[in-house]
């Protein structure tokens, strides 16, 4: 059976879709991705869609499902490099993914992911390593 | 003005897996007739919207793939039928928020803002049918 | 029946040119400044030939028979070259139904011992011409509808430039009302433009846009939450306290966008967003010293 590999950096979870996605292929990401989370703690997920032509309502909710899961683990879940076309129909579409972080690439997306995470571990542990 | 179709195609959609070539074909469709990539995304995306509801409420069914043309203009035409339960009240169903299903219920309103031409009938007990229409400038 | 059209104007074809070319050339509204005599000839030769090669006794009761569609074609030709041109619908109409009258003249010459048939031929003939005129109207018409979609197209392209007014801020000054079809063209080329450059801010400045309904802001909205699921932000500038006003008096809500009244303030916010300081330098004036 087909799945899509998710690839563990540091303290995230890198996923990159770059296959069109039927519907049990992406129910599978989505427990796959909360195992995962929860089997490495990983702190932050990066859904890389920047291959991604359609996003449909489908596959909004996977993605908004796997950042509400990921938040009940303490992970951060952030989606990035998505299509200007794929924008303005999720728009158009009422579908504006409420509740999951965006950036534009994955780097920018790593970044955003310290930021958040490391605000909470600042308190503790002083070692800011980027910036 | 009179819409007239140059070339036809029929799908049937059975199962999960039979959406993703019935999106490329849509895409070929699409592309054909110089569509632009987001008023594509959008075609494909309401396509994809609808072909999910078949599968989900009707069981399946048929798809009819047509480039359709209208004076200048050139769009393509989706028809998808269902022997399906049909849809009891197709004006609550249009309604922003509405679902029976567990999805988020922007299913068909959402899927009509997206394609220039939308037309929905059904009968309880027979099946439903949606024919939309796109242009490539639309 | 010994004389039918189309033998006639086989045979006095040349005489049926003259006769046009006459009539075309006598009327006071020719246009010599756009056309030259030697063209006249040319265009008026050709769709002559053209119809006298192609009328036939039966198609001449039927206009949308499959041979006139070369007549047809010259004549589609003529008149959207005259569309560009400049000539008036008026004097492109007149071209055609210039011919008409001198197929006429001819016929009456030819049939001058038998009324009834030059009546009845007459009667096939006009109906036939009166055809092609509307066709030449048609077509005059399409002629000037593509001008006019070209220069909305072209309008709609050079209206929305997105200026890259930072590293990483895109600025993007909207002029003109925001209706569906030039929102789509914005979001477009802005959410390109952020891809293209990697930028994370944009400034959407509305100084420019007369008033604001309910559309206008919904289109607006749209606009910052494409931008928002692409990972970058969208600030909105250039809102004048009457846009202010008429916003809260339709009760939009805009507490979800970051608005700011001109585009300075909304590039101090950008670099604020981005930490960056714009300072007065201090210059060491040594030399006056």
Same mark, same amino acid.
């Given at each position: ?25 992406? &129910?599978?990401?989505?427990?796959? !991705? ?55 129909? &999720? ?41 | ?53 078949? +599968? ?83 | ?38 063209? &006249? ?70 049939? #001058? ?64 009302? !925001? ?11 802005? +959410? #390109? ?7 994370? +801010?944009?400034? &959407?400045?509305?100084s420019g846009v007369p008033a604001v309904d309910s559309l206008v802001a919904q289109h607006i909205i749209k606009t ?38 001109? +585009? ?26």
């Amino acid at each position: 059976m087909d799945r899509i590999p998710i690839l563990r950096m540091g303290p995230f979870l890198l996923v990159t879709i770059q296959v069109d996605l039927y519907d049990r292929l992406a &129910l599978t990401l989505e427990s796959d !991705l909360v195992q995962m989370v929860n089997k490495t703690g990983a702190r932050g997920v990066l859904i890389d869609i920047s291959a991604v032509e359609i996003v449909d309502s489908f596959m909004g909710r996977i993605i908004g499902n796997i950042a509400s899961m990921s938040k009940i683990l303490d992970a951060e879940t952030v989606v990035v490099g998505m299509q200007p076309a794929v924008a303005i129909t &999720l728009i158009e579409l009422g579908l504006p993914l409420k509740g999951v972080y965006t950036a534009l690439n994955v780097e920018r997306g790593m970044q955003l992911l310290r930021s958040m995470i490391d605000l909470d571990e600042d308190q503790d542990e002083d070692e800011e390593t980027d910036e | 003005m009179m819409v007239i179709s140059l070339s036809k195609d029929v799908m049937r959609i059975i199962k999960d897996q039979d959406v993703v070539p019935f999106r490329n074909r849509v895409k070929e469709k699409a592309t054909k007739i110089k569509m632009g990539l987001v008023n594509q995304t959008k075609l494909i995306t309401a396509a994809s919207e609808l072909v999910r509801n078949m +599968l989900k409420y009707g069981n399946g069914g048929e798809i009819v793939i047509e480039v359709v043309s209208r004076g200048r203009e050139n769009g393509v035409r989706l028809t998808f039928k269902d022997k399906g339960p049909g849809i009891a009240d197709i004006s609550l169903a249009m309604k922003d928020g509405y679902s029976t299903g567990k999805s988020l219920g922007l299913g068909l309103p959402g899927t009509k803002r997206l394609v220039s031409e939308f037309d929905l009938k059904s009968e309880v007990g027979k099946g439903t049918t949606v024919m939309i229409i796109k242009w490539a400038n639309g | 029946m010994s004389l039918s059209i189309s033998k006639i104007l086989q045979k006095r074809k040349s005489s049926v040119l003259e006769k046009w070319i006459q009539n075309q050339l006598s009327d006071e509204g020719l246009r010599d400044d756009l056309i030259s005599n030697d063209e &006249l000839r040319a265009s008026s030769e050709e769709l002559v030939d053209i119809l006298a090669t192609n009328l036939n006794d039966t198609n001449i009761e039927d206009a949308n028979s499959e041979d006139f569609e070369p007549v047809l074609e010259i004549i589609a030709g003529i008149s959207l070259t005259r569309a560009r041109q400049g000539f008036s619908p008026r004097e492109t109409g007149l071209f055609v139904m210039g011919l008409k009258d001198a197929i006429l003249s001819v016929l009456q010459e030819e049939m #001058q011992e038998d009324p009834t048939s030059l009546f009845r031929e007459s009667m096939k003939m006009i109906k036939l011409m009166d055809n092609f005129s509307i066709i030449t109207f048609e077509t005059f018409i399409k002629g000037r509808e593509e001008v006019i979609l070209r220069q909305t197209d072209e309008i709609a392209e050079i209206s929305t430039p997105v200026i890259r007014v930072w590293d990483g801020i895109l600025a993007l000054p909207i002029i003109g009302t !925001l209706d569906s079809a030039r929102t789509q063209v914005v979001m477009e080329n802005l +959410l #390109q433009e952020i891809v293209q450059t990697g930028s994370s +801010l944009a400034i &959407l400045d509305i100084s420019g846009v007369p008033a604001v309904d309910s559309l206008v802001a919904q289109h607006i909205i749209k606009t910052v939450s494409a931008t928002r699921l692409m990972g970058a932000e969208c600030i909105i500038s250039g809102i004048r306290p009457e846009i202010a006003q008429t916003v809260v008096h339709l009760g939009i809500d805009l507490s979800t966008i970051i608005t700011k009244a001109t +585009l300075a303030s909304a590039l101090k916010y950008a670099f604020s967003i981005l930490k960056l300081e714009v300072r007065k330098t201090q210059k060491e004036k040594t030399t006056l010293l």
